[in-house]
């Protein structure tokens, strides 16, 4: 008891757990205090002595105070005390930091070197509510109508009360400072829907729980007229902690929600954590968007190797790969995708991988992204002028960027823009429907872009909530050489006329061989559309397209074996068939896959009897989406 009220009274709380131990150092684990202490301590306690357990260690549990006036409620968002914590991590003060989402994105700025790997879930959800709300007798129906009205909102720190509705406003084209009569802080969530009822404010952004606060006939004189999700704490780990550790945690961590001992001394606390689930520093990229602060864009690493078979073809050129390595980082840094792109940086949330070999006499690249083959072509002729320019082109058709479909009470919008990269030029919007069927929106349908937002014309099948997505969409072009205006008098040059006549034979022997070439792509093209449409087999019978995948396969390699197509192209198109026969094994062996929803979006896809290669992307997108959600 004296223990707890000396807790209780400190600035920095420390809660010493007793665990035997073999491992010399306690596990320390930092948290802000965001509501009471008693409450803070109750919830965390019984986690902090389970990963002490995990680990055979001991376990420290610090509370960092935050400062609250007279009458002040207890908000979410310290500044002060979250750059402690989080410089105390960076120096390996903490082994593990428990932010609100705000503390960390402000910590993450000043300490790039800090990075969520884990959230908690309540009722199942990774975000709580926030909510802008009017009285229901005041005639406002959408957000445009709050323009000449006062607004109250909690206070300045608080995330759901104020920060980020200011954002949801500012997206639907509303500034408070110049579109409200007047706005004020009540510095309570529940003290600003009393205002609201009371008729002296029109509108107020608060956390949606304190709407059930309210007594229930308070309740139903109140409309909701917008909602918005936030992010719950981010679990930071210290630099410090090394792999096989972290591993550990995670897994502790992951796996706890699974066994009904651990349910019942874990999850029995006053903030209802049902689990811990894994979580990523891109996952915060909407609130980064919402509260003004530029989102985070993955970084990428950049290898170039060469195979033995090639060593010697690349060796002639002197220090060629050294250009071409240099080429490809400053392409794909072209690209303004990435928060970072080098070659041989570690811990890169994306590796992308070039490989050159010797195949059949042919200089043949193969671009991998994440271990991952995304793409394979010959590349002899122009090597430096093509490589870089075509691994940036498959590289960024491999990434696209997904977001739901939002309306500002006049247009559609997709939160993404020019500051991540995208160009309405270069990319294909999409959006797939709560069906799981995709449109595509047809060229045109973007209206404007600025800097961060894309906005799309009215469409009457767009709906919000639905997923947009932006999908690199750029041809790739033919590298052309011009051929340069000749001086008076050049014919009269013997060498001159001996090296026109020897230009002459090359360009009949670049004819006959382009001739050839152009037969074999025609070739592959048709087999990869043959490819493609087995795949319209997927709802009659998994017994008829296997027997379908593997006459295809002996095809092409009949056709290799002639030499109708290349050894490339037959790599290429036997690793669509691979493709084809995973999708089909998990079709006929994931229960998730079989929903009515899935086979309605396959229906649309193959209903137009033939599947074009976006359409054969976008089947492996709703059989990956499916198959995450069932795992989620």
């Not at 150092?25 to 009471?36: H, L, M």
């Not at 602060?293 to 002197?318: D, F, H, N, Y």
């Not at 109708?564 to 036997?574: M, Y």
């Amino acid at each position: 008891m004296k223990k707890t009220l000396i807790l209780a009274l400190a600035l920095v709380a420390v809660l010493p757990v007793a665990v035997e131990t073999q491992v010399r150092e306690p596990f320390r684990v930092g948290v802000i205090r965001y509501k009471t202490d008693e409450l803070v301590r109750d919830t965390y306690t019984p986690f902090v002595e389970y990963l002490a357990e995990e680990l055979g260690t001991v376990a420290e549990l610090t509370i960092l105070p935050v400062e609250l006036a007279p009458g002040e409620e207890i908000d979410d968002e310290a500044i002060p005390a979250g750059e402690e914590l989080a410089y105390m991590l960076s120096q390996g003060e903490f082994d593990l930091g428990i932010f609100k989402p705000f503390p960390y994105l402000q910590a993450k700025i000043n300490h790039p070197e800090l990075e969520v790997f884990a959230t908690h879930l309540i009722e199942g959800t990774p975000t709580y509510l926030g909510a802008i709300f009017v009285r229901s007798n005041s005639g406002i129906e959408t957000l445009a109508d709050l323009r000449g009205r006062s607004f109250v909102f909690t206070k300045e720190t608080s995330t759901s009360g104020y920060r980020y509705p200011r954002g949801v406003l500012r997206e639907h084209e509303i500034d408070i400072d110049e579109d409200f009569s007047e706005y004020s802080f009540s510095n309570n969530h529940v003290e600003s829907l009393r205002r609201v009822l009371n008729g002296d404010i029109d509108g107020t952004a608060v956390d949606h729980s304190a709407f059930y606060e309210l007594p229930e006939e308070e309740r139903g004189l109140l409309r909701k007229l917008e909602e918005y999700e936030v992010p719950y704490q981010a679990y930071v780990l210290s630099p410090a902690i090394g792999d096989d550790e972290r591993s550990q945690l995670e897994a502790s961590m992951f796996d706890a929600h699974r066994t009904s001992m651990t349910r019942s001394r874990l999850f029995n606390n006053g903030l209802g954590i049902e689990s811990w689930v894994s979580r990523a520093d891109l996952d915060y990229n909407s609130l980064r968007r919402y509260l003004g602060i530029m989102r985070s864009k993955p970084s990428l690493t950049v290898t170039l190797q060469t195979m033995a078979s090639a060593e010697s073809s690349l060796a002639q050129r002197g220090d060629l790969l050294d250009v071409l390595q240099q080429d490809l980082v400053a392409e794909l840094a072209l690209t303004q995708r990435f928060l970072e792109v080098s070659e041989g940086m570690t811990g890169a949330d994306h590796v992308v991988t070039v490989n050159l070999s010797m195949i059949d006499d042919q200089l043949t690249c193969r671009v991998s992204l994440d271990g991952r083959r995304i793409d394979t072509f010959e590349c002899t002729d122009m090597l430096q002028e093509r490589l870089a320019r075509r691994t940036a082109v498959e590289v960024l058709s491999a990434l696209p960027l997904g977001d739901e479909l939002q309306h500002n009470g006049e247009r559609w919008f997709f939160t993404h823009g020019r500051n991540d990269g995208i160009q309405p030029e270069t990319y294909q919007f999409s959006v797939e429907t709560s069906t799981g069927s995709v449109i595509e929106l047809a060229e045109g349908a973007v209206e404007e872009v600025t800097r961060l937002n894309t906005y799309f014309a009215e469409n009457p099948l767009l709906e919000r909530g639905m997923t947009v997505m932006a999908t690199y969409d750029v041809g790739l072009q033919d590298v052309q050489q011009e051929t340069e205006s000749q001086l008076p008098g050049f014919w009269n040059n013997l060498d001159n006329r001996w090296g026109v006549i020897g230009l002459g034979i090359a360009l009949l022997t670049g004819i006959l061989g382009t001739y050839i070439g152009s037969k074999k792509r025609r070739m592959f093209r048709n087999l990869l559309d043959e490819s493609n449409e087995l795949v319209m087999n997927l709802l009659e019978g998994k017994t008829d397209l296997d027997r379908l995948l593997r006459e295809q396969g002996e095809k092409i390699a009949q056709l290799l074996h002639h030499g109708d197509i290349t050894e490339n192209q037959f790599l290429i198109l036997n690793h669509r068939l691979e493709e084809i026969r995973e999708v089909v094994k998990r079709l006929f062996t994931d229960e998730s896959l079989q929903a009515p929803e899935v086979i309605t979006g396959l229906r649309e896809i193959i209903g137009d009897g033939k599947i074009t290669e976006r359409e054969y992307r976008q089947l492996l997108h709703l059989v990956d989406r499916a198959a995450e959600q069932q795992n989620v």
